[in-house]
């Protein structure tokens, strides 16, 4: 290419040294003129193209995606027929949550290399954003059919079955992705949660410990074994895990939450309002530490604290069902049955089985 | 050396202060008159004193006796406020009376004035310690009275008694229960406002009052007892109104329950030997019938107050007092035996939950399985104590249970009229912060101890870095666990006027065929209110004079511990024309061959055609649009020729039915809904001639 520029260019600058107004041109000169101009042109967008996909690489390093998203977009304007840039741009689009634009980037990626694997995979991904399951499923299976060997199609695969509450296919999928990468904790994590949401703690746990050696360092993976083996009702040993987590990860603040509902099935509401006020310091704006210490204070008998906790529990996020039973038990004891009752039965327009036993059994004469 | 004389003359101040100034003329001698009066009513009031005394060793009624001490024992008080013994005596009439609480401080008086006034002294100190919630200095006082007192006498009992309340009264008042008990002003005077009954939905209540009425009040300035009637409106009740109707009389007419749809209320009143008796009365429109006496079986020559219905109407629970006995009140209960005659059958002592000491009024609860009633004895902290009981399988009354502090107090805490989810009860006490006497209070239960609603969060998938609620982990759901009852409420309208018909309810439930329930609605508002079993399919056949029937199939969910249905019941005139949708006929899916449980319905629209032999009606059958809208015709046809059938079998001449599948041509819903879909499945008649 280097070599031919340089001819090209050495051509022209003859042509143009050498210039002769049109009408003195012969067809052939003209013809041949006209081809190197339009050569030229399409170097130029090459490498217009290039540059620009070049620079939106670095921006998405950068986390940029907006810019990424433009400098992409940039590329393949100037060359349609670049397809790296459609790939990285579609995936800059799944980064920034911007799943319609993506499909249609992908849409034309597929268009041009229809065996593409990966194109498969990140349209896969748009549709789960979407939340356009059944689209997602079939590219899925579509990009594992075309790369059998990639496990991150059927990771992804597994996540989608797993959402969609499938968790024995998620199974699966998750398994596959364990025989074709044997150290992928995050596999082992994912099949761990399939098995706690079947209830089979003892297999859940044992995934999940699994993952903790593949990866010392995911305290999720950590606060995941606690929660399971609060489940377990083994609440001594899940205080170990969720200290476990917060040794690795300080600001982890699901974990101080999750051991203060640990402790509040041990009946330890003074250590449990220490630990939803530690995870608020972490994250003020977690509307369920204020639901559960409001919970916590309740226990305690410190009614208005408890109600002043849901009130902000709410504040933050105004569909939280469990926030609005726990400020119907504060102020029913704060002598406001009306107002408890509106609450409970707020709760159970969002879903909760708790506000509707609550609000059958306490809010008619 | 100032300030010592002054403790000094303060010390002697006290003394002099704190000294006995007994009724004796020497001290008096300045106004000989004045004294005269006084010692005059102080020989008079201890007169009637003893005869209250007495009364309370047979466990009888004292307080008139008592009110005329005080008549005049206020006079000598007036006079010489600072007589130990007066004081003592004060404070023994107000403790027997309705007013206790003013007890206390006359015997701590008499206490400080002269301890050995008398001999009962150490034993009225306890009480007013024990009415003070200090159980401990109560009992120190009762034990020094059982040491000291060396009468053989029946009184040991009582001293036993108090000594076991300050036990108990002690552990129960540290141990409260899940409840707050409110005063209820609206509904209280500074007179007795006591025996609250309330109709199940807990909207209405009856309750009796000694406040001032237009009769003539006795010798002590004491009202005849009246019965009242108030409405909830907005969550408070309003003002009490005698209740209309001829029940209220110039002597004691005291009401005692409500039957469980509030359409009839047992009562007690003094009968012409001026003993008390239990009568009935019936509601009608917003007026309540003559009390009608029960048979000598129930009235015997005692006292019979008190009474409540049981969860079927086929018992009548009251307290009785054994003529000449010594152990007041006890519980009773009585079977019909002819109802129509209003025979009931020789009662009988119901021994669990019967002290040595007055026991009732009881309240027996719609569950069929709970007794609750007061009593003076068992492990009460003081005067009656509410308790209840539960049947046990071999059909006899467990052991009574005190229902804890706040509902009782060392006071008298009696009456509990329960709502129907178990939420509220209203209750009489005079304990300490009413208006006077007794008033009406309201009971909140807390129910079982609420969890709360706790929420952990985890990233369950890697990948996703919005964390994933974890559905799984909502605490778990309390239910409360006693009786599983619905109540089951509304009216019957016309349905063009609006306008409130008396009509006949049936209730069929629909898994044995029986019929469960049978009422007539209130003429003036077409109300009812009954409360039914949970978890059941119940027929709703609605009769009433000129208008066509109505028939209703519902369920009433189990699951929550009481729940509510409101029906308003529109009924239609008989005319040309008219539809009816027969919701309680049953066909296996895609068949015309009736089901059993169709007979109930079946056999009430053949008694309207034996009933009303000029109607001429068509039958028609109804589908929804699922399936061939050709077959959905043929079905309808075929299910619509089998009710006419049945009718025909049943005596019906064919001639005044003809028989019509419309298939899902006819829908009274959309087609679009599960429920609508069930509401276009149907069997209907239409009068086509009348």
């Known amino acids: 290419m280097k070599k031919l520029l340089l001819t090209l260019a050495i051509s022209l600058t003859g042509i143009m040294s050498f210039a002769q107004p049109d009408d003195e041109l012969t067809p052939e000169e003209k013809a041949y003129r006209d081809s190197i101009a339009n050569l030229n042109e399409t170097n130029a967008a090459i490498e217009k193209s290039q540059n620009a996909y070049n620079a939106g690489i670095e921006l998405f390093k950068q986390e940029k995606y907006e810019g990424a998203i433009n400098k992409f977009s940039e590329s393949i304007a100037a060359d349609p027929n670049f397809t790296p840039a459609y790939y990285n741009k579609a995936i800059a689009e799944n980064k920034s949550e911007k799943y319609g634009q993506a499909i249609k980037t992908l849409d034309a990626l597929i268009a041009k290399k229809p065996d593409y694997s990966k194109a498969y995979f990140q349209r896969g991904r748009a549709y789960q954003g979407k939340k356009d399951f059944l689209s997602a499923e079939k590219d899925y299976e579509k990009s594992v059919a075309l790369d059998p060997k990639n496990p991150k199609a059927y990771y992804n695969f597994g996540t989608l079955q797993f959402l969609q509450k499938d968790y024995e296919s998620a199974i699966i999928q998750f398994s596959k992705v364990i025989e074709l990468d044997p150290n992928n904790a995050y596999a082992y994590n994912d099949r761990g949660s399939c098995y706690r949401m079947l209830e089979k703690y003892p297999q859940a746990v044992k995934d999940y410990e699994e993952a903790a050696r593949k990866n010392a360092n995911l305290a999720f993976v950590l606060n995941n074994i606690g929660t399971t083996k609060t489940k377990m009702k083994s609440y001594e040993d899940a205080l170990k895990d969720f200290n476990r987590a917060l040794s690795i990860d300080a600001k982890f603040y699901l974990a101080y939450n999750n051991r203060g509902v640990t402790e509040m099935k041990m009946d330890r509401y003074t250590d449990a309002i220490k630990d939803f006020t530690k995870c608020i310091e972490i994250n003020a704006n977690y509307a369920p530490a204020y639901s559960n210490r409001a919970g916590a204070y309740f226990k305690n008998g410190e009614y208005a604290k408890a109600k002043a906790d849901a009130d902000k529990a709410i504040s933050l996020d105004k569909n939280f069902a469990d926030a609005y039973v726990n400020r119907g038990m504060a102020k029913e004891m704060l002598r406001d049955l009306e107002g408890a009752c509106e609450d409970w039965h707020k709760a159970k327009e969002l879903g909760s089985e708790l506000g509707k036993s609550y609000k059958a059994s306490n809010c008619s004469n | 050396m ?190 007795n406002d006591y025996a609250p009954t309330v109709t199940m939905d807990g909207e209405e209540m009856i309750l009796t009052s000694d406040r001032p009425n237009e009769h003539t009040p006795d010798e002590v300035g004491r009202y005849d007892d009246d019965i009242y009637t108030s409405t909830m409106v907005d969550g408070k009740w309003q003002k009490a109104q005698p209740i209309k109707g001829r029940v209220n009389t110039e002597k004691d007419d005291i009401s005692n329950n409500y039957s469980y749809n509030g359409t009839k209320m047992l009562m007690c009143k003094v009968n012409s030997a001026g003993n008390f008796d239990i009568y009935e009365t019936f509601l009608k429109g917003d007026t309540w019938s003559e009390p009608i006496g029960f048979s000598r079986n129930i009235n015997l020559k005692s006292n019979d107050i008190y009474a409540s219905y049981n969860f079927n109407d086929k018992l009548i629970y009251y307290s009785k007092d054994k003529d ?217 056949a609605v009769k009433a004079d ?145």
């Open chain 2, 546 to 690: 000129g208008y066509l029937f109505h028939s209703e199939n519902f369920d009433i969910p189990s699951g929550s511990a009481y729940n509510m249905v409101n029906k308003v019941i529109e009924l239609k005139n008989i005319k040309i024309g008219s539809k009816i949708a027969l919701r309680n006929i049953f066909f296996d899916t895609g068949k015309s061959a009736l089901r059993p449980e169709s007979n109930a319905e079946l056999d009430r629209l053949v008694k309207l055609m034996k009933d009303v032999p000029s109607l001429k009606i068509e039958l028609s059958g109804h589908t929804d649009n699922t399936g061939s809208a050709q077959g959905n015709v043929k079905l309808s046809q075929e299910r619509a020729e089998a009710v006419v059938n049945y009718l025909v079998s049943k005596g019906i001449n064919k001639s005044r039915m003809t028989a019509k599948g419309y298939g899902s041509d006819r829908p009274i819903a959309s087609n679009d809904t599960s429920d609508g879909r069930q509401e276009n499945r149907r069997t209907e008649f239409e009068i086509t001639g009348n």
């Open chain 2, 324 to 540: 000449g006995g010594q152990n007041g009140f006890d519980i009773m209960v009585s079977g019909v035996m002819n109802r129509k005659n209003r025979e009931y059958g020789l009662p009988n002592r119901e021994m669990s939950v019967s002290s040595n000491f007055n026991d009732g009024p009881v309240y027996l609860h719609p569950d069929g399985k709970t007794m609750y009633f007061a009593s003076e004895g068992f492990n009460s902290m003081g005067g009656y104590d509410i308790y209840y009981a539960k049947k046990e399988k071999s059909g006899y009354w467990g052991k009574p249970v005190n229902m804890g502090y706040p509902i009782n107090t060392p006071y008298d805490d009696f009456f509990f009229a329960a709502t129907a989810n178990g939420k509220y009860a209203y209750i009489a006490s005079n304990r300490e912060g009413g208006k006077g006497g007794y008033d009406i209070y309201k009971a909140i239960f807390w129910g079982p101890e609420k969890d709360p609603a706790l929420a952990t969060q985890d990233y369950l998938l890697a990948s996703i870095a919005k964390p994933i609620q974890d559905p799984e982990l909502a605490a778990e759901v309390k239910v409360t666990t006693s009786a599983n009852l619905t109540v089951f409420k509304g009216k019957t309208l016309d349905a063009l006027t609006k306008k409130a018909v008396e009509a006949v309810i049936e209730i069929t439930d629909n898994k044995t065929g029986k019929v469960t329930e049978k009422f007539t609605t209130n003429s003036a508002t077409g109300k009812f209110l009954i409360s039914l079993p949970s978890g059941g399919n119940y027929g709703i």
């Open chain 2, 2 to 191: 100032k300030n010592l004389l002054s403790i000094i003359l303060l010390g002697f101040g006290f003394t002099v202060f704190g000294q006995d100034v007994e009724f004796k003329a020497a001290n008096f001698k300045d106004d000989k008159d004045g004294f005269k009066t006084a010692k005059d009513a102080f020989d008079a009031g201890s007169e009637d004193w003893e005869l209250g005394n007495e009364a309370v060793f047979q466990v009888q009624d004292p307080e008139l006796y008592y009110w005329k001490a005080l008549k005049n024992f206020e006079i000598a008080y007036k006079f010489n406020p600072n007589s130990a013994e007066l004081n003592f005596k004060m404070g023994v009439c107000y403790a027997h009376s309705s007013y206790k609480q003013k007890s206390i401080a006359f015997f701590e008086k008499a206490h400080e004035l002269n301890h050995d006034i008398h001999p009962f002294m150490d034993y009225y100190m306890g009480l007013a310690m024990q009415l003070s919630y200090k159980f401990d200095e109560a009992l120190r006082y009762y034990q020094t009275f059982e040491a000291e007192y060396k009468k053989a006498d029946r009184f040991g009992k009582f001293v036993k008694q108090r000594k076991l309340e300050c036990t108990s009264g002690k552990k129960l008042h540290a141990d409260p229960i899940r409840a707050w008990v409110d005063h209820v002003p609206e509904l209280s005077t500074e007179y």
